[in-house]
């Protein structure tokens, strides 16, 4: 059995992501394990929300509520619009859970124990009057270098300046605004990856069928400058994994958690946890994908990310693991993307610029965006969305070519011979050579989906679609009906079987459309044509079905420029 482990870059809690995010980690990685579920593989396909750090309690005390209880309520959001999306994951898991908790926990002790974790003595802002010390994003103060009042401890936003808060002129707390602050010594643990670094080299080089974009990345960083640089991996926060060495109290760490780049790689792992407790499985079941000792040597594990998240998961997550001594699985193989902008600029969380998940949804089915955002999706360079792209492919290759097919074949028959694949006839030349094209482009289709070239697998299964539409048009069954009802018969009974086949190839990019399509062929029948002839025959003569509901409708003008303006500012 082909055992496939996927892992999605997992999106942090603090806000509904846009489809820049989406399409640059957890659509393309669903792509993935629907294709190889269809083609038989055992699939396990997790991603989790990324709940700890800074940003996540900022978030929660802008919303006014507990940090633990707006990360829960957005955790359902962001769950309930990925399954509405059709995100297909076997587990869409909490970094905040007990289980990360443990684990995150039990690879720091591990890591001590191993000589890899340092403690070092820093000089850390601390407020009297909140009792804490600040991280850098709870101070603000005077830029010095533009006289903007609420520059921010690492940053001022108005000169973009990267800033110390000790840089800052009068500097305040940004919970209580106190200026009773002073300068305190802390102690933090560091990721002693220097160590590491022949180690990561070694492997980095082993992995010569990886993308440039990933190897460049993470070469990058294990060798400019002073080389890779260890990294801290605590702070001074509430709102995190407590800094434990494995299940026993670390001693002068107290009060401290674990920095949120720490654990939530390791929520991969627990996530898998996640999965088997929820269903009452040992822990053999989620230890057979992550535990090379325990049946994961013949896993095969892909992670998908943008280009921002490679060095974190080139780097940092495996020197996490190798360092641990322990036989944990390493990453395979990483896909990584670069960005999607936005009608001319950036997609921006922040700035609420462009188009966000839950807003997609409200303006059209998921199918929709799917194929536009996989069938451009910023593989080799940056792509970009604009409204006359996405209408006019919409509108081409999923109302004119694939919808239309559906459409015509079954009114056509529903009208001539009834709802049933028709008998008569025979097969002849034409149908031998589209069996022979089809055979070719799915056979080049298949190559493309296991190799997760997004854009060419799109491409190629557009050209299947072209393939059965080219074939209508020519042999024009509701000509040839008139002289030779018979051959006519022969021809739809082609075309309807041509439908399922449609279905099954289309599924992994399209699942809604794909249901509907095999709904109405009244089959459940998801078997892969490795033989096309066969498949165009599975479907037996007398075999009844229902014409489907339109599957797509087309993008009008109106509702381009509607949209195009709704989504021209930022959002509220
Ligand atoms: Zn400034």
């Not at 822990?283 to 994961?296: F, I």
């Not at 020197?319 to 960005?339: C, H, Q, R």
């Not at 969380?349 to 965006?369: C, E, H, N």
């Not at 209508?472 to 002289?483: G, I, N, R």
């Amino acid at each position: 059995m082909n055992r496939i482990l996927i892992t999605s870059a997992i999106p942090y809690i603090n806000g509904i992501k846009h489809l820049g995010n989406l399409v640059g980690s957890q659509l393309p990685a669903d792509l993935f394990a629907r294709y190889n579920r269809a083609r038989g593989a055992e699939v396990m396909f997790i991603c989790a929300t990324d709940e700890h750090g800074t940003p996540a309690e900022l978030a929660a005390a802008k919303a006014g509520k507990p940090v633990a209880e707006f990360c829960a309520e957005m955790y359902d959001v962001q769950a309930d619009i990925a399954n509405r999306f059709g995100l297909s994951f076997d587990h869409f898991g909490r970094s905040s859970s007990p289980q990360n908790r443990k684990l995150t926990q039990h690879f720091a002790g591990r890591l001590k124990a191993e000589g890899y974790i340092e403690e070092v003595s820093e000089k850390q802002v601390y407020s009297n009057a909140d009792g804490r010390f600040l991280p850098d994003r709870y101070i603000e103060g005077t830029c010095p270098n533009c006289g903007y009042d609420s520059a921010r401890g690492d940053q001022c936003e108005n000169c973009t300046k990267q800033l110390d808060p000790t840089d800052l002129i009068e500097p305040r707390s940004a919970i209580s605004g106190s200026t009773d602050l002073e300068v305190r010594e802390t102690k933090h643990l560091y990721l002693r990856q220097s160590k590491l670094k022949d180690q990561l080299d070694a492997w980095i080089n082993s992995k010569t069928d990886w993308p440039v974009l990933t190897t460049s990345i993470a070469k990058k960083w294990l060798h400019d400058g002073d080389g890779l640089r260890d990294r801290g991996i605590t702070r001074d926060l509430e709102w995190g994994v407590p800094v434990k060495d494995g299940e026993t109290d670390w001693p002068g760490m107290e009060g401290k958690v674990f920095y949120v780049w720490f654990d939530a790689p390791i929520e991969y792992i627990a996530a898998t946890k996640e999965w088997a407790d929820a269903r009452g499985l040992d822990d053999s079941a989620w230890e057979s994908w992550w535990r090379t000792d325990k049946g994961a040597d013949d896993v095969r594990y892909v992670q998908f990310m943008g280009k921002d998240n490679v060095p974190f998961h080139t780097l940092s997550f495996p020197a996490t693991i190798m360092g641990s001594g322990e036989p944990w699985k390493l990453v395979d193989y990483i896909k990584s993307f670069n960005y999607l902008n936005y009608d001319g600029g950036q997609f921006s969380t922040s700035k609420g610029r462009g188009v966000f998940m839950d807003q997609a949804l409200d303006i059209l089915p998921a199918d929709y965006w799917r194929w536009w955002l996989l069938s451009h999706a910023p593989e080799t360079s940056d792509s970009e969305f604009t409204w006359e792209n996405f209408q006019a492919s919409v509108n081409k290759d999923l109302a004119d070519v694939l919808g239309n097919f559906v459409s015509r074949v079954t009114k056509f028959c529903n009208s001539k011979f009834g709802p049933a694949v028709p008998e008569g006839g025979a097969y002849g030349a034409r149908e031998e050579a589209l069996i022979a094209d089809l055979t070719t482009k799915i056979r080049a289709y298949e190559g493309h989906m296991a190799a997760m070239d997004v854009r060419k697998s799109s491409a190629e299964l557009r050209s299947i679609w072209v393939a059965g539409n080219e074939y209508l048009q020519e042999v024009a069954p509701w000509t040839t009906f008139k002289e030779n009802p018979d051959q006519a018969a022969a021809q739809i009974r082609l075309a309807l079987n041509l439908i399922r086949v449609y279905a099954v190839l289309s599924a992994p990019f399209i699942p809604t459309a794909s249901a509907q399509m095999l709904s109405g062929m009244n089959t459940l029948d998801m078997s892969w044509p490795d033989d096309v002839e066969a498949a165009l025959g599975a479907l037996p003569v007398g075999h009844e079905f229902t014409v489907p509901e339109v599957l797509f409708a087309k993008i009008t003008d109106d509702q381009r420029e509607e949209w195009a303006e709704k989504f021209s500012g930022v959002r509220d």
